[in-house]
């Protein structure tokens, strides 16, 4: 049998997949500003860079680096996820394994982290995050979708605004999503 091992680079950058429990609900989009804060005060704490992200209703994408020497985002999403839960009304079904565990029962335990390995990877992985919310049907162009760093690379002028429009992807990426 195969053991999981995850990837732990010093300062490395990381593209990560983080799924809610109940992949039909709509909490991240619905609950936003509580996502954003959860995240606001684990980076405070937790210094890192958010390269790129994109937050659907039920699962979200990010590129974060990690400050060098640093190693632990284990510890970050941990603290985001359980920051992000206590802000929400517990209403979720939680199952005999979590409440034995004081786990909520919002998030899946485990997400997928890919670590990035050179300037292609980088910007494959960029483009599958802002491409995301049009490859699931939530909008016709990445500029539609407002929950995503999109809009940043647009201000910072890395992409233009038309950038995705008619896109065609040339190899598909699989990262932590179903097919």
């Given amino acids: ?33 509580a996502l954003r804060a959860s995240v606001r005060r684990v980076r405070e704490a937790h210094p890192f860079h958010i390269d790129a992200m ?11 680096t990690l400050p ?3 190693t632990d985002y284990p510890t970050r999403w941990a603290l985001i996820k359980a920051g992000f839960s206590r802000q929400l009304d517990k209403i979720e079904r939680i199952n005999a394994s979590r409440k034995r565990k004081g786990e909520r029962g919002i998030w899946q335990r485990r997400y997928w982290e890919h670590q990035i390995r050179d300037a292609n990877d980088y910007a494959r992985h960029v483009d599958y995050i802002h491409y995301n919310p049009v490859k699931h049907g939530y909008v016709y162009a990445p500029r539609d979708w407002p929950h995503s760093s999109f809009h940043r690379f647009v201000r910072e002028g890395i992409l233009p605004e038309d950038w995705g429009v008619n896109q065609v992807a040339s190899e598909p990426l699989h990262c932590g999503e179903p097919t």
């Fill in 1 to 33: 049998m195969r053991t999981y091992t995850r990837a732990f680079a010093p300062g490395g950058t990381f593209f990560f997949t983080v799924n809610l429990a109940d992949r039909s609900a709509t909490l991240l989009t619905d609950h936003i500003d």
């Fill in 54 to 64: 994109v937050v659907l209703p039920e699962h979200l994408h990010a590129i974060w």
């Fill in 68 to 70: 060098e020497g640093d």
